[in-house]
């Protein structure tokens, strides 16, 4: 699994604030919070994004979504 995994899915809902490293490349621009997104779309949103770009994660189901999410601060 993917060590970022369970920091992306939270930062979908959730947004981020602080710097944060992808690939190499340093960013430093606020991504607001959406909570208005659903588990599943955010398990659509997922599967999308590791299925792409040389992934191949499978299907993210609902239910990992929303056990991340309980466990999102």
Same mark, same amino acid.
């Given at each position: 699994?993917?060590?970022?995994?369970?920091?992306?899915?939270?930062?979908?809902?959730?947004?981020?604030?602080?710097?944060? =490293?992808? +690939?190499?490349?340093?960013?430093?621009?606020?991504?607001?919070?959406?909570?208005?997104? $659903?588990? /599943?779309?955010? #398990?659509?949103?997922?599967?999308? =994004?590791? +299925?792409?770009?040389?992934?191949?994660?499978?299907?993210?189901?609902?239910?990992?979504? $929303?056990? /991340?999410?309980? #466990?999102?601060?």
């Amino acid at each position: 699994m993917d060590k970022n995994f369970e920091a992306v899915i939270c930062l979908m809902r959730k947004g981020i604030q602080n710097e944060i =490293i992808v +690939n190499g490349n340093t960013y430093n621009q606020r991504m607001p919070s959406n909570p208005a997104l $659903t588990d /599943i779309e955010i #398990a659509e949103i997922a599967t999308y =994004i590791y +299925n792409t770009w040389d992934h191949s994660k499978g299907l993210i189901e609902t239910k990992e979504v $929303t056990k /991340i999410m309980e #466990a999102c601060n």
